[in-house]
T-cell receptor, first 114, second 116 residues
Framework: EAGVAQSPRYKIIEKRQSVAFWCNPI?????LYWYQQILGQGPKLLIQ????????DSQLPKDRFSAERLKGVDSTLKIQPAKLEDSAVYLC????????????FGSGTRLTVV | AQSVTQLGSHVSVSEGALVLLRCNYS??????LFWYVQYPNQGLQLLLK??????LVKGINGFEAEFKKSETSFHLTKPSAHMSDAAEYFC??????????????FGKGTLLTVNP
């Protein structure tokens, strides 16, 4: 099966600019996650979707981050305006809705804010 | 609430030596436990998982881990290290909720280097 697709792979922007990341999950995976991985740390959950509804966004900085999942398939994560501390790898993952068999992660988008 | 502690941010072994990466967890409910591996500039790949049943879990690439409830541990081992094992390893926990929210909480990771 095809994996989780993410784009772009790399992005460099100046602080206060906006940026968007795209994710296409594995076909049939109803649950989609966005994680933020800062250098030297483990991934931290930003938001979890089940189909096109939000299950958990408790750690999403809602003043600058937003995410949507159109039609329960693709998802976009946006940052506006970006701060230096947003420099990180943004990982998208997907899983089946029932049963915890582990996620499948995409390769991530490495964001550098200068 | 859940948390994961990985003891040792960096472990160095010689090729052919035993690999032991330590993970302790805290969970208010029965946990699911995972080990992921991350190679440079790549996403995370699932190595193995414990859900229920046998506490000794075998994964890919010769790795295995044992769930010890009394010690709240899930240490990862491999009898003989290979150069290709050099990567960062993450332990993760999620609740055995029976529902559909399987949020993963990760440790900070352990960087494994393998010396020739």
């Amino acid at each position: 099966e095809a994996g989780v697709a993410q784009s772009p792979r790399y992005k460099i922007i100046e602080k206060r600019q906006s940026v968007a990341f795209w994710c296409n999950p594995i076909s049939g995976h109803a649950t989609l996650y966005w994680y933020q991985q800062i250098l030297g740390q483990g991934p931290k959950l930003l938001i979890q979707f089940q189909n096109n509804g939000v299950v958990d966004d408790s750690q999403l900085p809602k003043d600058r981050f937003s995410a949507e999942r159109l039609k329960g398939v693709d998802s976009t994560l946006k940052i506006q305006p970006a701060k230096l501390e947003d420099s990180a790898v943004y990982l998208c993952a997907s899983s089946y809705i029932r049963g915890n068999y582990g996620y499948t992660f995409g390769s991530g988008t490495r964001l550098t804010v200068v | 609430a859940q948390s994961v502690t990985q003891l040792g941010s960096h472990v160095s072994v010689s090729e052919g030596a035993l690999v032991l990466l330590r993970c302790n967890y805290s969970s208010s409910v029965p946990p699911y436990l995972f080990w992921y591996v991350q190679y440079p500039n790549q996403g995370l790949q699932l190595l193995l998982k414990y859900t229920t049943g046998a506490t000794l879990v075998k994964g890919i690439n010769g790795f295995e881990a044992e769930f010890k409830k009394s010690e709240t541990s899930f240490h990862l081992t491999k009898p003989s290290a290979h150069m290709s094992d050099a990567a960062e390893y993450f332990c993760a926990v999620s609740p055995y909720s029976g529902g559909s929210n399987y949020k993963l909480t990760f440790g900070k990771g352990t960087l494994l280097t393998v010396n020739p």
